[in-house]
């Protein structure tokens, strides 16, 4: 009975954008509806924006952060010391600390977190090119920002062991103090998350 009421482009369009990961029915339910609630004009804005960018972006081939540049901005730019890595989960982690405008190191994205449950373990990650570009730039310290929650915390103790292990002259640090265990970098309020990278963690302690 459902189905012959429910309109078939809006069942398709929910199909398709329940592909988009952690988009479950509801998110993209929420999405749709108000979505169409825009004037023809700004749903055609966005659509068209969505598309130019579907087009031109880049994944930085050095740091794998999502640029409009290969390499990207940050690894392109010759006053940042890539003597300093910050490990971060997804790029919005990065924007993030970017936007404080106090880091002058270099990032690299790690495509997610050790998560068992969800079948993601460290071959899934972006790790062995970590270690590469540690080697190559002779990197003075990484700094860990993944997630202050459970996954985030198993992902940073697996690299932090992995990497003390492979460097010993390497200083490596954990960002802590200031956020909230269980939050998310990407919605951390600037102050928080500037102190957690001030007074972060050096390892070994
Ligand atoms: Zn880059």
């Known amino acids: ?11 398709e369009a929910l199909e398709k954008l329940s592909k988009i990961p952690t988009y479950g029915e509801r998110t993209s339910s929420r999405f749709l509806y108000n979505f169409l609630k825009l004037p023809a004009e700004g749903r055609t804005d966005i659509i068209n924006s969505l598309l130019s960018l579907s087009e031109k ?12 540049t290969d390499p990207c901005r ?7 010391s890539k003597k300093f890595i910050c490990v971060v989960e997804e790029s919005q982690d990065a924007y993030s600390i970017e936007r404080l405008e106090r880091y002058t190191g270099v990032y690299h994205v790690l495509g997610g977190r050790i ?22 730039y002779n990197v003075k310290e990484v700094i860990i920002a993944t997630n202050p929650n459970l996954e985030g915390e198993a992902t ?39 102190k957690s990278i001030e007074k972060r963690t050096i390892f070994p302690e």
């Open 1 to 11: 009975m459902f189905e012959e009421y429910f309109p078939k482009i809006i069942k």
């Open 57 to 68: 972006v880049k994944v930085c081939s050095e740091c794998a952060l999502i640029s409009d």
């Open 74 to 80: 940050i690894c392109s730019d010759p006053k940042r």
């Open 115 to 136: 998560a068992p449950l969800e079948g993601v373990s460290p071959q899934d990650l972006n790790i062995d090119k970590l270690l590469e570009r540690i080697e190559r």
């Open 156 to 194: 940073a103790n697996y690299l932090i062991k992995l990497l003390k292990r492979k460097f010993n002259r390497l200083k490596v640090s954990r960002i802590s103090h200031g956020l909230q265990f269980g939050s998310l970098i990407e919605l951390a309020d600037e102050l928080s998350l500037e």
